[in-house]
């Protein structure tokens, strides 16, 4: 596994971090549900039009350095609004084309209601707090 490393904005060179940024990430490299090579991200915060930007430039480089599976512990995310939403569409759209994988665990029980409401766990893997993915069936 990779050494976990903390990013919000100073990472890849993306500039300067708001002072009062509401989002905390943390990524590392790991294996997902199925044994194979994903990025962990973790979410601390809210993921909103304010910090959506930010997630969405560093999952940008980390797709031109070849990373197609994803997984967001989302344990601490305390709020998402629609373009948070929109940021895992993206993703998911984006890794779709090279067979990739988007899957959202720890989810809270209300935003599990959102991603319901929303369509979005149709569409992504999105497990409820305290179950984790399981392995694929082969």
Known sequence: QGQGQAFAGGLFGLGEVPKMSLLKMQAHDGLNCAGNPAKIIHLDGELDESTSPLLKECLKKMLEEDHFSYQFNCAKLTYIDSTGLMTFV??????????????????SGQM???FTITGLKNSIDCYPAHEQPLAEAS
Request: glycine share 10%; net charge positive; charged share 35%.
């Open 90 to 107: 993206g993703l998911k759209k984006a890794v779709s084309k090279k067979n990739g994988k988007v899957i959202i665990f720890d989810v």
């Open 112 to 114: 599990m209601k959102i």
